[in-house]
């Protein structure tokens, strides 16, 4: 670690010239080369082993941010404001003058960023900061990048640098050159932004800044880097899918890869996760709502997982092998673990171990815990008195995880996941989803164009009733504009025939609480069964059109899924009145969500047959007949 005062500045690669007035100014900086010194950064002015993260705001005084103490297994940061513990879903802002959808900050402030941008300068001028270069995405597929920071917000530097990785200085190419940079500067979201998270994407020529006005890592250190990378694929004509992929190996030694996509909340950490088991070994597929009832599973022997990637997945030409399936690999260097749903020990004994002893320090958040203890993912902090923090995460480099699979791999069955709220004749909804459905592929675009963020998300500041995380389901974190990502999205799809499409909930199965056993069932049906190749005998046409096929039968391991778990509409709790209604609920969303597609006249002429399609109220087969895809194989 290198430590420069006043105007030395040699940092050992190419800064932008922006970087080197600030470091020109700045009382003191340093350069880390590798996390164990962010590490020791993070709380390196603690008292009594806590260190405040805190700063002077005009008008305010000293305004403390978040609390960071050093635990036997890491580093735990909690923030003071519960607004800052979730990520604000709509804390974007355009500053330059590029083609976007988003909101531009002139439009939204009344003035250029200019002098926002020379104020955050000038602001980081005053303080000690702390640097560290590393690459957003992967070596030949991504930017070069930078991040400048306060020194004593070293924990956010630390989440990035285990979220994205760290270079070392001393060992950079000659030519490494920082096409991105994050300014981060907390205070001004409250002189700037009524103390709102925002995130400032500014796309000069060859340099892309994202200034973070805030230090929850969701929307800047991971979504910030995410637009990044989606801003260049836009350029090069290719996708960062917002995924989990992992490698599933069957107890008789089958490999399937299933790549899970879907708004945050949507169960792509959990489809890392082996399925939770009761006190007796036994799966819960669901409690009805209503009466109470349980249903088990037996599952002798869970497949094996091989974990790919968590959230962020580089969908590169460069990595296929042109045989009709969509190949990728992990965007990121750490995850970013959401652990709402382990509420007591031995919930999940995997990722229990892996966080209590790690092979290295970890990142709690939300994480309840005190100077010299050990941080335990059960144990929440609260919002308020007897309300638990919804959005409890650790941070874990992918290095740590056991298994983890190295390199890109050919995915066989691209799931998508949907939080579904309970459905009942007395309160009809949404939630009329089966265990999982087969989708046409032209189907499978439009919930990735849709994308619903669903019940009760626990990941965003809530949202009242459905609304829609867009294109692809990273749409809140892309600089451009929708059409350009839908085209892209469509383009994959038909690049990529041999890929099968399946739609999973999570939460509720109509009148069964179920939380992500859907899921988890389906992947270890699917992998035992050898892909999602089904016959016309072994599904029906939805109900609803939007849901594609459903499941006629579902055996796994000699044992039948309940049909009522398989088609909504057969549940007496439901009945087709409800069913009926959940399905208007969830057309009439559909239809809310394209049609803003249809207005843009560069729309790929297919996709715009597609959408009219959906609007024209198309059945499951018209679906099928709109791409020259096999989705159901005849029986030999």
């Known amino acids: 670690m290198s430590e420069v005062s006043l105007s030395e500045v040699n940092v050992g690669f190419q800064i932008p010239l922006s970087v080197q007035h600030i470091l020109e100014a700045c009382p003191k900086y340093t350069v880390a080369s590798n996390w164990q010194q962010l590490y020791e950064l993070a709380t390196r002015d603690a008292v009594n082993g806590v260190h405040e993260v805190a700063y002077n705001v005009p008008g305010r005084g000293r305004v403390l941010e978040a609390s960071v103490c050093r635990v036997k297994n890491g580093i735990a940061a909690n923030y003071v404001e519960s607004y800052m513990r979730r990520r604000d879903p709509d804390c974007m802002v355009i500053a330059d003058d590029l083609p976007t959808d ?30 560290f270069p590393f690459i957003a995405g992967a070596p ?61 994407h500014n ?13 929850y890592p969701g929307p800047s250190a991971k979504k910030g880097i995410y ?44 489809m890392l996760e082996q399925v939770h088991r009761q006190k007796d070994g036994l799966l819960l597929l669901g409690t009805n709502v209503q009466s109470g009832e349980r249903r088990t599973l037996v599952l002798p022997h869970n497949c094996e997982l091989r974990a790919v ?82 959005n409890p995460r650790v941070v874990v480099p992918r290095k740590a995880v056991p298994g983890v699979y190295n390199g890109a791999v050919s995915v066989d069955i691209c799931s998508f996941g949907v939080r579904c709220p309970p459905n009942s004749v007395e309160h009809p909804t949404y939630g009329i989803i089966g265990l999982f459905h087969v989708l046409p592929p032209a189907l499978a675009w439009l919930w990735r164009l849709v994308a619903p963020r669903g019940h009760a998300n626990p990941s965003i500041v809530t949202t009242e009733g459905m609304s829609s995380e867009g294109v692809g389901s990273y749409w809140p974190f892309a600089t451009g504009r929708m059409v350009d990502q839908a085209n892209l999205l469509l383009d994959q799809i038909v690049a990529t025939p041999r890929m099968k499409y399946i739609l999973c909930p999570n939460q509720h199965i109509g009148a069964w609480e179920t939380g992500f056993m859907p899921q988890w069932i389906a992947r270890e049906y699917l992998a035992r069964r050898g892909g999602a190749h089904f016959s016309p005998e072994q599904v029906t046409p939805s109900r609803c059109p939007l849901l594609g096929f459903a499941m006629k039968s579902v055996v796994v391991e000699g044992q039948t899924i ?23 609920q969830l057309t009439e969303f559909f239809h809310k969500e394209l ?39 005849e029986d030999n």
């Open 203 to 215: 796309r000069r020529p060859g340099r892309h800044e994202l200034f973070s006005y805030n230090l």
């Open 102 to 131: 988003k909101p531009r900050f002139e439009d939204e402030y009344g003035e250029s960023f200019d002098s926002l941008r020379d104020e955050t300068f000038a602001w980081l001028k005053t303080q000690e900061l702390a640097l």
């Open 562 to 584: 309940p049909g009522i778990l398989l088609q909504v509409d057969k549940q007496p709790e439901v009945g087709i009145a409800a069913y009926d209604q959940g399905a208007r």
């Open 309 to 390: 990637t968590d959230d962020m997945a580089l969908c590169h030409p460069s990595l296929g092998k042109n045989d009709g399936r969509l190949a990728l690999m992990d965007a990121e260097q750490g995850w970013f673990v959401r652990v709402n749903h382990i509420t007591h020990y031995g919930t999940d004994p995997n990722l229990e171990k892996m966080t209590i002893h790690p092979s290295e320090p970890l990142l709690f958040l939300n994480i309840d815990a005190h100077p010299g203890g050990t941080a335990l993912i059960w144990e929440h902090i609260e919002d308020e008195p007897g309300k638990p923090c919804p």
């Open 227 to 270: 637009g990044v990378l989606l801003a260049l694929g836009e350029r090069e004509h290719w996708l960062t899918a917002h995924c989990a992929a992992v490698v599933v190996i069957t107890p008789y030694a089958n490999k399937l890869v299933i790549m899970h996509e879907g708004a945050s909340g949507g169960g792509k950490s959990e």
């Open 140 to 200: 030949g597929i991504g930017a070069d990048a930078l991040v400048v920071a306060p020194a004593n917000a070293g924990f956010f530097a630390l989440g990035l640098a285990l979220l994205q990785g760290i270079l070392d200085e001393k060992a950079l190419p000659a030519d490494f050159d920082p096409k991105a940079v994050i300014f981060v500067a907390p205070p001004f979201r409250h002189t700037h932004f009524k103390g709102k998270q925002m995130v400032v």
């Open 595 to 633: 049609a803003q597609f249809l207005e843009a006249d560069d729309l790929n002429p297919l996709g715009r047959r597609i959408i009219e399609c959906c609007m024209a109220g198309g059945s499951v087969d018209d679906y099928v007949a709109l791409l020259p895809i096999t989705v159901l194989e």
